[in-house]
């Protein structure tokens, strides 16, 4: 095989709440290598989501509903390009499992800073959070969208890659 297998990155657990999911959620969200503002930005959006679902009597912590709404926005099939007798052919591929969680962090993290409505970006990762929990929002249409543009090329499934 001329392809090298790339090692699994091995993510260690945030100081909070000793998940690695969260490290690499922040990992994400961290912009010019400034990582204890992207924890502080995450720990106000849990503390937030905290504030906001104490009223509700769901009884879910703050980190279960961040963990349903990734989940909730997570895509399962994409649409990749491919060039056939000079038409440019869309093929919907189902997704690797480690890719889907980084596509919909990724999801959610564009979402939250699109947002107008709140000043902070904790306020906005907070309120999309609570969005995507709800299949609302920004990432969850974005997610959608993907779906149905598989949908639509289920037609070419078999000129897979």
Do not use: C
Not at 64 to 84: D, F, Q, Y
Not at 111 to 129: H, P, Q, V, W
Not at 134 to 142: D, R, V
């Amino acid at each position: 095989m001329r392809k090298i297998k790339r090692k699994q990155k091995i993510y260690f657990p945030d100081p909070k709440f000793n998940d690695p999911l969260v490290t690499r959620f922040v990992n994400h969200l961290m912009k010019n290598g400034k990582k204890n503002l992207a924890y502080k930005i995450f720990y106000h959006a849990m503390d937030k989501i905290d504030s906001i679902n104490s009223h509700k009597e769901n009884n879910k912590t703050a980190l279960e509903i961040w963990k349903e709404g990734l989940n909730n926005v997570m895509p399962h099939v994409e649409v990749r390009h491919r060039r056939m007798g000079g038409a440019n052919i869309q093929i919907p591929v189902p997704i690797a499992p480690k890719n889907k969680v980084t596509k919909s962090i990724k999801l959610l993290i564009t979402s939250a800073y699109k947002r107008k409505n709140e000043k902070t970006m904790s306020d906005k990762l907070a309120s999309e959070i609570i969005d995507a929990f709800n299949s609302q929002g920004e990432a969850f249409k974005k997610k959608e969208n993907i779906h149905k543009m598989a949908e639509a090329n289920k037609a070419f499934s078999h000129f897979r890659f």
